[in-house]
């Protein structure tokens, strides 16, 4: 293992420099609900804020999605860390992202981010799309990193490779079932399936067989019962509960479900803040079993109805630098 000059993914519950934001803004799809998102990401701001340092980017963006658009940090022992900045194409060609794909250089260009740049803009990744249990092991969603518009006409194995030299990975996890009715990225890891210390997986589950989404997560759950570390012991499994559907609304709502989950919770420097649904039992039952996970930090619940209106939630509005990154804010 890590035979990768040193560099290694960290996963995210190690010691962090500063979390990023991408500031909502009348130019963005937020535009009609702008001071709700507003006084959502100022919550988010200042709960950060308490543990650890907020790098906040204003516009010109063309969304605030920083887990997609954000650096992907490597960090080594022995050497500066590397900043690695793939292409963001709007998960798949499905909304603009020019601006947004130019944050990260334009950060490394201002010295808000220090590190070794290094530019895989001919290769399309997602923060959002891969977790890392900090030894070696990335995970992944086939139907994310195989969807249409992305890395075509790459094949899977190719892609694996691709992944495993980029992110000095030993062993990429596929994880082949699992989608979010409403889910505009395709199935990202980080909606489903969350790497946690001591071999945990926290994952989204359904119980409801009459729910659309029940036999995909059925499937889903079905495979990480086979799934074994790289030492070959079988993952601790923390199922997570499903929210009940909560379904667009207002002049421009449709009435199609929203992805709601309780697994995009964001991990900071002592605490976990995770995502509630204003659904008292379900909220509470999350944040208990997210404890679990994270015991010796404080959880925190951030009410994210206004974020699930534009099909996100706290982990993908926010990318973490781990501690070896400088930051000027």
């Given amino acids: 293992m890590f035979l990768h000059e040193g560099y290694r993914l960290p996963a995210e519950w190690e010691p962090q420099s500063g979390i990023q934001l991408t500031w909502p803004h009348a130019q963005t799809d937020w535009a009609p609900m702008l001071d709700e998102i507003l006084a959502t990401y100022?919550?988010?701001?200042?709960?950060?804020?308490?543990?650890?340092?907020?790098?906040?980017v204003e516009p010109p963006t063309n969304d605030t999605w920083a887990r997609d658009h954000g650096f992907i940090t490597l960090v080594c022992d022995n050497g500066e860390p590397r900043l690695l900045d793939f292409q963001f194409n709007g998960w798949g060609q499905k909304f603009p992202a020019e601006l947004?794909?130019?944050?990260?250089?334009?950060?490394?260009?201002?010295?808000?981010?220090?590190?070794?740049?290094?530019?895989?803009?001919?290769?399309?990744?997602?923060?959002?799309?891969?977790?890392?249990?900090?030894?070696?092991?990335?995970?992944?969603?086939?139907q994310c990193l195989m969807a249409p518009h992305r890395n075509q006409p790459m094949t899977q194995q190719q892609i694996e490779q691709r992944l495993l030299d980029a992110l000095c990975a030993?062993?990429?996890?596929?994880?082949?079932?699992?989608?979010?009715?409403?889910?505009?990225t395709d199935g990202h890891i980080d909606t489903l399936v969350r790497v946690c210390p001591d071999d945990?997986?926290?994952?989204?589950?359904?119980?409801?067989?009459?729910?659309?989404?029940?036999?995909?997560?059925h499937l889903m759950e079905e495979q990480l019962l086979t799934l074994r570390t790289a030492d070959a012991r079988p993952y601790r499994l923390l199922k997570l509960p499903m929210p009940r559907a909560i379904f667009e609304e207002g002049e421009t709502g449709?009435?199609?479900?929203?992805?709601?989950?309780?697994?995009?919770?964001?991990?900071?420097?002592?605490?976990?803040?995770?995502?509630?649904?204003?659904?008292?039992?379900?909220?509470?039952?999350?944040?208990r079993i997210i404890g679990q996970a994270f015991p010796g930090r404080d959880i925190i619940g951030i009410d994210c109805r206004s974020i699930i209106r534009?099909?996100?939630?706290?982990?993908?509005?926010?990318?973490?630098?781990?501690?070896?990154?400088?930051l000027t804010p």
């Fill in 170 to 184: 030993d062993r990429i996890v596929w994880i082949d079932h699992g989608q979010l009715t409403g889910d505009d």
């Fill in 254 to 287: 449709n009435g199609e479900r929203l992805p709601a989950t309780y697994a995009n919770f964001l991990i900071i420097n002592g605490a976990v803040l995770c995502p509630t649904y204003a659904q008292p039992d379900l909220d509470a039952e999350a944040l």
């Fill in 200 to 217: 945990t997986l926290l994952y989204v589950g359904c119980d409801d067989t009459c729910d659309e989404q029940y036999q995909e997560l």
């Fill in 42 to 56: 100022r919550e988010m701001a200042d709960v950060i804020r308490r543990y650890e340092p907020v790098l906040i």
């Fill in 310 to 326: 534009q099909h996100g939630s706290l982990h993908c509005c926010t990318m973490q630098y781990p501690d070896c990154v400088t």
């Fill in 100 to 142: 947004d794909n130019a944050i990260n250089r334009r950060l490394y260009d201002e010295q808000r981010v220090r590190g070794q740049y290094v530019s895989h803009l001919d290769f399309v990744l997602e923060g959002g799309s891969i977790e890392s249990d900090g030894r070696g092991t990335a995970f992944t969603t086939t």
